[in-house]
């Protein structure tokens, strides 16, 4: 087992090991051999926020920040099967007892969401939250907003934003910003009308260690939720008691079923799924954060979120330049012909929007990724499952993800929801003359 341990003081860190790594925590770099650090970027950008952080959601994202670096130093090629690894997590948080009843329960939902056995403790000696710092030149005012968006660039996320603000509701804009990332969001963000609010940063783990990182990093998205939940808790107040996390995502994506029976462990991520969202959103109570974790779109399929968008005139500017591509931060370029790539151009084809997207696959024939042997693993995937959709049950194939814990009606909403963009995606492969 490898022993991650995080503090934000240096002289409290203990030396490397072969199974220990100490990690900085909101520290730029590591001081010596052996350390890594991350967060300070974080921490700097949280004195331009102009409302107070709440405590304990600020413990929550130091949590996610340990967990995400045990996740990025900590090498799958020690696991005994090449994929699960067995971490043991200290991390110092400012309130410690808040967090220890809810231990048991944040590691199953961490254990679900990257597939490794995760330890987690917590210990005093944390940051507190930084205060607001009014000589900053440019502040992020989230006072005049109502509730939180997860920002991601991609475009789920932005018809989300699109909704909200046709609602008439102004969300503060939360944002995991990778370099390529950020520039998306920036680019996207002035498009979606007047007064938009978005606070971006990333947790930049920096390590200077003997072996590489690890380039899953299935646990981002716990970060970036947990970034999501101390935005949407900087907004209580005493008139606002209760305040919402959206968090968008189409149904097929969020429950994420199995193409193919390989793709159950490493190829499935979990990042939305509603056993994981349950269990975070329990955590949430327990600790005292009345904040609801909420996904419009669950049974919604992504065609159905572009042709019902409630603004199609800014969808048809902003759509092209939003990414889904699960691999384009190697080139820049999406590549037009993985699993959330196929997904997105199916569901252009559904809203009857035309495709300007920039894909490395634009105007290839897909058939030549079979005859040239390109990758084509995961549309020889996605043919496999449409092959099966008539006669495949549904109800088994979403359970393979994991336990659904809601009412009847919102998990057959779901289940139908992802069939339907299976659905999606066969009229589009039958578009292409692939099936």
Aim: charged share 20%; hydrophobic share 40%; glycine share 8%.
């Amino acid at each position: 087992m490898n022993t991650v341990y995080v503090h934000p003081e240096l002289d409290q860190l203990p030396g490397a090991t072969e199974t220990l790594i100490p990690i900085h925590l909101y520290g730029s770099r590591p001081d010596q051999e052996g350390r890594a650090a991350l967060g300070w970027s974080i921490y700097d950008e949280l004195t331009r926020v102009r409302a107070p952080l709440h405590p304990v959601a600020f413990d929550f994202l130091s949590i996610s920040l340990a967990v995400i670096a045990a996740d990025t130093f900590v090498s799958r090629d020690d696991a005994a099967d090449g994929w699960a690894r067995e971490i043991d997590l200290v991390v110092a948080l400012d309130n410690p007892g808040t967090w220890m009843p809810v231990l048991p329960k944040l590691t199953r939902a961490l254990n679900f969401l990257s597939g490794d056995v995760w330890s987690l403790s917590v210990e005093g000696g944390g940051n507190a939250p930084p205060t607001f710092n009014r000589r900053v030149r440019r502040n992020i005012d989230p006072r005049a907003c109502d509730s939180a968006c997860l920002f991601s660039g991609g475009l789920d996320s932005a018809i989300g934003a699109l909704d909200l603000r046709a609602d008439r509701r102004n969300p503060f804009l939360v944002s995991h910003a990778y370099t390529r990332d950020a520039a998306k969001q920036e680019a996207i963000l002035p498009q979606l009308g007047a007064g938009a609010v978005r606070f971006g940063v990333q947790a930049n783990p920096v390590g200077w260690l003997d072996h590489g990182n690890d380039v899953q990093m299935r646990t981002r998205s716990f970060n970036f939720l947990a970034m999501g939940v101390l935005m949407a808790a900087s907004l209580l107040r005493p008139s606002v008691e209760r305040t919402i996390l959206f968090v968008p995502e189409n149904g097929l994506i969020a429950l994420n079923p199995p193409l193919t029976h390989r793709r159950i462990g490493a190829l499935s991520t979990r990042t939305t799924h509603p056993y994981y969202m349950h269990m975070i959103s329990e955590v949430l109570g327990e600790v005292g954060l009345p904040i609801d974790l909420i996904n419009p779109y669950a049974h919604k399929t992504k065609g159905e979120m572009m042709a019902e968008c409630r603004d199609q005139a800014r969808l048809a500017t902003i759509a092209n330049g939003t990414v889904s591509c699960g691999k384009w931060k190697r080139t820049g370029k999406q590549c037009g012909r993985c699993v959330p790539c196929l997904i997105r151009r199916a569901a252009f084809h559904r809203a009857g929007m035309a495709d300007g997207t920039p894909y490395q696959a634009k105007g290839i024939d897909l058939h030549q990724f079979f005859e040239h042997d390109k990758d084509p693993d995961d549309l020889m995937a996605m043919l496999l499952a449409a092959r099966r959709l008539d006669t495949m049950d549904v109800d088994r194939w979403i359970a393979m993800t994991g336990p659904i814990p809601l009412v009847a009606a919102d998990r057959a909403g779901r289940v139908n929801a992802a069939r339907r963009g299976m659905m999606e995606v066969r009229d589009f492969l039958r578009s292409e003359a692939l099936l």
